[in-house]
């Protein structure tokens, strides 16, 4: 049969229809065909791209700063994790509803709020850092586009204003600030790691795709401070500086051993954990930074000074009149002795003996004992910004200036310094290095300043003091020798000195016979009456001296003065040794 | 030599399961790894957020006034203290 034959079937197409429809098909074909090629062989990398960007992620692994803690292991200082709110603003998208809604959960006015998401246009900031847990679940809820939390440390200190001067702080960004967070930020910041990893649908990491560079986290760091000491230098000046009135003081706590810092505290104070209202001036260590002329507390140096060359013993008697011409100028004594013996002057607090003592002195010889001590030199505790004080080159001092630098008048120190001078009093005459650390024993090698008979005899004069006749009588602690020195020294006023403004200040050590600690306290501008050193940080020094003795379970060295050595105790009483 | 291919044929199916096998134990395990690193990072997290919490409670200012007021506790005066010299035993 043949289909050309049957008329029905016979295909009656004209040719370029059949051309057209062939070349449509496979114009088809070839975009399908060219499209494949464009996204595979051409477009490869931006489609690769979208792909990696779905399963790849780098991850940022967090490293937190070092904590701080006293040298018993109390915690100063901790990192903790929080939310801060974040914003994209190019991303962000906020209804009228959501922006009432955010305002409120962030406890601010819709204007406030809009004012702050209108701080920048591009790039990211935060809306509010730290956010508290509560609000960081209601944000999170709220899902807004452009508005994220990102998880930050956020550093706090368990122990408050009692501890803020040494500790000091760090801002948002984490970097130290003041104090200890700033001398050793290097060691306390931790650096953060990188991870380069595969993830699955599930969200699940398969695969890392690079090596992982470990998060290094921050060094930990034990102080030398003892928090109980601490807080009860702070308690018992914070308490004394109501008392008196006062502007402002300091107490230094020293190891006499070690040279360790056992505890630093200065009022005014700040609170480390909120960050607002900061002003600098509460926020000063004023032990470390500031300078005073240090009145009669230099007087001992004098003393060693003189004894040291062999010009007098302690027992030398000097004739002491109310006054004694310098040059022009009158020194004068307020509770005048006819005649007084080395050891006399100092526990009187003779400014005419101290002066015929330093007279007797070349300005070389003296300064050569007070730049030996410390003075006029950094006292190497480290801290930032300490003080060396100020003492002139000794070819520049005038008679008159040799003569008021033997009472305190006409030199600088800080508390620190000061304090730490004592040591060479307190430690056979060596004085150890300070230091801010924790540290043992062995590591230090001290410096000799003086020979150890001179810091003994100079030692026991100190001791004179705080007995009966003494400028320090308030300062003694009931079963304990103590040995120290009052001092009061007229403030500087627009250029000359004010005749009823004073900063008190009183530096001793206990027990005598082996000292343990050294406590140096000053009282800046006491105005409630009493002003004399021996009476205003006095007594501070005696309630943190005798609390830190019972502390560290010294045992007590005086002979059966105020502690009994009872036979019939009452039954009350603990049968615990040492009194700690 | 059709059997040697046979069982050529076998071994190389096996040497394939075990190789998908092992690649499934090794994501797993890795998994498994990542979860317990993020656990043993939230317990860290955790202990901070304790130490925190035991120094806020531990504070000696908290202490002190606890002591004086809730417990009526005093430093013991003077003369109620007895001081004991300890001799070591023979």
């Not at chain 1, 098909?25 to 060219?34: K, N, P």
């Not at chain 1, 008196?244 to 056992?262: Q, R």
């Not at chain 1, 308030?474 to 627009?494: E, F, I, N, S, W």
């Amino acid at each position: 049969m043949n289909y050309h034959s049957k008329k029905l079937l016979k295909l009656n197409l004209a040719p370029w229809r059949m051309a057209t429809v062939g070349s449509l098909l496979l114009a088809g074909l070839a975009v399908v065909a060219g499209r494949a090629f464009y996204l595979q062989g051409i477009n490869t990398d931006y489609l690769q791209g979208k792909g990696d960007a779905v399963a790849n992620r780098n991850l940022t692994l967090p490293a937190h700063r070092g904590q701080v803690s006293d040298r018993n292991g109390q915690l100063l200082a901790i990192s903790t994790p929080v939310e801060s709110l974040w914003a994209r603003p190019d991303e962000l998208k906020l209804s009228d509803g959501e922006r009432a809604q955010l305002a409120r959960v962030l406890g601010m006015s819709t204007q406030e709020l809009t004012k702050t998401l209108a701080r920048k246009t591009h790039g990211e900031f935060s809306v509010r850092r730290p956010v508290t847990p509560e609000q960081a679940v209601k944000i999170a809820t709220m899902g807004v586009p452009g508005l994220y939390l990102r998880r930050e440390f956020r550093r706090y200190y368990p122990a408050g204003e009692v501890a803020a001067h040494v500790v000091g702080f760090t801002n948002v960004d984490d970097l130290g600030q003041e104090g200890v967070e700033r001398a050793y930020q290097d060691w306390l910041a931790g650096r953060e790691g990188q991870r380069h990893i595969q993830r699955d649908r599930r969200g699940n990491t398969i695969r890392d795709l690079a090596p992982i560079q470990t998060a290094q986290m921050g060094g930990n760091l034990a102080l030398s401070l003892d928090l109980n000491i601490q807080y009860l230098a702070h308690r018992e000046l914070a308490a004394a500086i109501v008392a008196l009135k006062a502007k402002g003081g300091s107490v230094v706590v020293l190891d006499a051993k070690t040279g360790e810092i056992l505890a630093l505290a200065n009022q005014p104070i700040f609170n480390p954990n909120n960050r607002r209202n900061y002003k600098p001036g509460p926020m000063r260590n004023r032990a470390v930074i500031d300078t005073f002329e240090p009145g009669s507390t230099i007087k001992p140096f004098v003393a060693a000074a003189v004894l040291e060359r062999g010009l007098y013993r302690p027992d030398s008697v000097i004739d002491t009149p109310e006054t004694w011409r310098v040059g022009a100028k009158l020194v004068r004594d307020s509770h005048p002795h006819p005649q007084l013996t080395v050891s006399e002057i100092i526990q009187k607090s003779s400014n005419v003996g101290a002066v015929k003592l330093a007279m007797s002195l070349t300005p070389q010889q003296y300064w050569e004992v007070l730049h030996r001590s410390g003075f006029g030199q950094l006292p190497g505790s480290g801290f930032p910004g300490e003080t060396a004080g100020r003492l002139r080159d000794a070819a520049t001092w005038k008679p008159i200036e040799h003569a008021t630098m033997a009472y305190g008048y006409g030199l600088s120190v800080s508390l620190l310094q000061l304090t730490r001078a004592y040591m060479a009093f307190a430690n056979d005459g060596e004085v150890m290095p300070l230091s801010f650390l924790k540290r043992e024993p062995q590591e230090i090698a001290g410096e000799r300043v003086f020979s150890p008979g001179v810091a003994r005899k100079v030692r026991a004069m100190l001791e004179t003091v705080t007995q009966e006749g003494g400028t320090g009588m308030l300062t003694q602690v009931p079963g304990y020798r103590v040995a120290g020195k009052t001092g009061t020294a007229h403030k500087v006023v627009d250029g000359r000195y004010a005749p009823d403004i004073f900063l008190s200040s009183f530096v001793g050590m206990a027990p005598a016979s082996n000292p343990r600690l050294i406590i140096g306290v000053v009282i800046d501008e006491p105005s409630g009456g009493v002003y004399y050193g021996g009476s205003t940080a006095g007594p501070v020094f005696a309630q943190v001296m005798a609390a830190s003795l019972r502390q560290l379970a010294v045992p007590p060295d005086a002979p059966e003065t105020a502690t009994r050595m009872t036979q019939n105790t009452p039954a009350v009483v603990a049968r615990a040794g040492g009194g700690a | 030599m059709s059997r040697l291919n046979a069982i050529l044929v076998l071994a190389l199916v096996a040497c394939a399961l075990a190789v998908i096998q092992s690649q499934h134990r090794s994501r797993t395990y890795f998994v498994e790894l990542e979860r317990l690193k993020k656990q043993a990072h939230g317990l860290d997290e955790q202990w901070g957020k304790l130490q925190l919490e035991q120094g806020t409670w531990a504070n000696p200012a908290r202490v002190d006034t606890l002591a004086r007021t809730r417990l009526g506790l005093i430093a013991p005066p003077h003369d109620r203290v007895r001081v004991e010299t300890l001799v070591s035993a023979p």
